[in-house]
């Protein structure tokens, strides 16, 4: 690429690309964005545009491009498109509050400001240079351009900051990367991103760019510094999400591309999880999750969508104060009509039931899913997996897991009637429910006898060449062993054992003549409990995990 290539160079636009909108003739691509500048203080100003003029200011800028008589690309060079920038922004600045009323006498500042915005997107080729930006104060400049007047401008300058900011380029240079990023963080850059987000309308082609190019900005920032989340939440984005995901417009990829944001920010994160539900954001997501009880998303990216705002739901509920929100806002009567109706919502559905219910915190909604007859919704995915949970990205195994997953939830949680009426659902129809919970136990006892030899050959050979098995690596053969099905297999097992300590007659003899049956052993269930009872709890109350152990070893004394 020579000189003259380097600075007529436009980055290809990631977020237009992905929008999927058809760009300009390649020949007026250059001039777009100074069109749409100038389009927009004739109006203001009530003028006409002359056709003459224009084509000549097209020409201008072309012939701007094409020179060959530009200095290389370097620190220089650098430094004086910085100083270039500053300049056209201060006058830009200057004209318009000398001549507020009168666009005319600023219209060209605020092109040729417009020019060197453009121009500058050569830096993102060279994030090695990034530090000038920093050091001469440009970043501070283009943040402060973010407020402009003219969203023209403003979304000139987005899109600059999402070239500058791209994951790609970032990772160029560590060192550069550092840099920007700590600059655009100390000047609150999504607080004034988010400003700059309430006033565009999104019915305008370039206005909805530039809220797609915003969220490309927060996605990089949030990728490359994780721990900006919480603060990106709080300085307005996250409230500008939820009434962003409500609105009621037809469903396009900024919809799309919030909803992927939304799940991001409340990933591994509580305080944003808090946040969320304290301006009502678990109604927002059961709302608009209500849309398709009834029907299955109508493309591949509503499906996307929808699978975002389940993410995000199931994410919140991680957190026992959004429980009581998710109860209050009858989440529960919603996910139960979800899997009777056996859209592709169901999947999803059933997941976020495991994490409605999971834990001391999932009492309260484990008593109200008895309360409106999820048993008999429950029951019937346990005794059969339906097929069309595959097309919904499920798999067997993991739809069997959630479903074991929130019975045992239920056997831990329920009192009363209704732990009466749980039990009683296993004595039904010839304890078939048991019978099905011991197929279970078998076919997942045979996974995980599989892995478990896998693994102890992989053992013998490290013993053999002198490896040292250390805490760490017993640790990731815990996890395969988990993965390969163990986990399910606990769950099973504590069904089995609480259900056994009922004092329900039929339902331990059943349980104990399929074993005997079958070959099975309730000393494998006692070591499969005890190990499960080791590894309990999530590492965070440990008061908790020793009286849950103390429980268990106790259920399995009288098995």
């Known amino acids: 690429m020579d000189v003259g290539e380097l600075l007529s160079y436009q980055p290809d636009r990631g977020a237009k690309r992905l929008r999927g909108i058809d760009d300009d003739d390649d020949d007026l691509k250059a001039s777009h964005k100074y069109g749409s500048v100038k389009r927009s203080y004739l109006e203001e100003s009530g003028a006409m545009v002359n056709d003459e ?68 997107h050569v830096i993102a080729t060279m994030p090695d240079l990034y530090h000038l930006l920093v050091e001469l104060n440009a970043v501070q400049s283009l943040i402060g351009l973010l407020g402009h007047e003219n969203t023209d401008v403003s979304i000139a300058v987005v899109d600059l900051l999402q070239e500058l900011t791209d994951i790609d380029t970032l990772h160029e240079s560590e060192e550069g990367a550092e840099v920007i990023i700590d600059a655009l963080l100390e000047g609150q850059v999504v607080a004034l991103l988010v400003q700059n987000l309430e006033r565009l309308d999104e019915t305008v082609k370039e206005e909805a760019d530039g809220v797609h190019n915003t969220l490309a900005i927060i996605e990089n920032l949030a990728e490359f510094r994780p721990e900006m989340c919480t603060e990106a939440a709080q300085q307005g984005l996250l409230q500008w999400m939820l009434k962003r995901v409500k609105a009621k417009i037809p469903f396009d990829a900024n919809k799309l591309y919030c909803s992927e944001i939304l799940a991001i920010l409340l990933q591994n994160n509580d305080v944003n999880r808090e946040l969320l539900g304290d301006q009502e954001g678990i109604d927002v997501l059961l709302q608009q999750l209500s849309l398709f009880k009834r029907h299955n998303p109508s493309t591949n990216e509503e499906l996307e969508m929808m699978e975002n705002l389940f993410d995000s739901l199931c994410s919140c509920l991680m957190l026992s104060s959004n429980r009581d929100r998710f109860l209050k806002g009858e989440g529960l009567q919603l996910m139960n009509l979800m899997l009777r109706e056996k859209k592709m919502s169901r999947a999803s559905a059933l997941k976020v039931l495991d994490h409605a219910v999971i834990g001391p915190e999932g009492s309260d909604n484990c008593h109200k899913f008895v309360d409106i007859l999820g048993l008999r919704t429950i029951f019937p995915l346990f005794m059969k997996t339906p097929k069309k949970m595959k097309k919904a990205g499920m798999t067997e195994k993991e739809h069997e897991e959630h479903v074991c997953s929130i019975l045992s939830s239920m056997l831990r949680n329920l009192k009363g009637q209704q732990r009466t009426r749980l039990l009683n659902k296993f004595t039904e129809n010839d304890c078939e429910k048991v019978d099905r919970l011991m197929e279970l136990h078998f076919k997942y006892l045979e996974a995980v006898q599989i892995a478990d030899k896998k693994i102890d050959g992989e053992k013998h050979d490290m013993v053999r060449q002198g490896e040292i098995i250390d805490d760490d690596m017993e640790d990731e053969f815990y996890l395969r062993r988990l993965d390969a099905g163990l986990f399910v297999l606990q769950l099973v097992c504590y069904i089995m054992v609480e259900s056994c300590n009922a004092g329900i007659s039929q339902i331990r003899q059943r349980v104990h003549q399929i074993l005997n049956m079958r070959g099975g052993s309730t000393k494998v269930v006692r070591h ?24 268990i070893l106790a259920l399995l004394e009288n098995f």
Request: glycine share 2%.
């Open 528 to 551: 499969i409990m005890r190990e499960y009872a080791e590894n309990i709890g999530d590492g965070k109350n440990d008061e908790f995990k020793e009286s849950e152990q103390k429980r």
């Open 53 to 120: 003029e224009e084509d000549a200011s097209k020409k201008k800028i072309l012939d701007l491009m094409e020179t060959d008589e530009a200095e290389p690309l370097d620190e220089s060079s650098v430094k004086k498109m910085i100083l270039t920038f500053e300049k056209r922004a201060y006058k830009n600045q200057e004209l318009r509050i000398k001549f507020p009323e009168n666009p005319e006498k600023f219209m060209e500042s605020e092109l040729d400001l417009n020019d060197i915005i453009q121009e500058m």
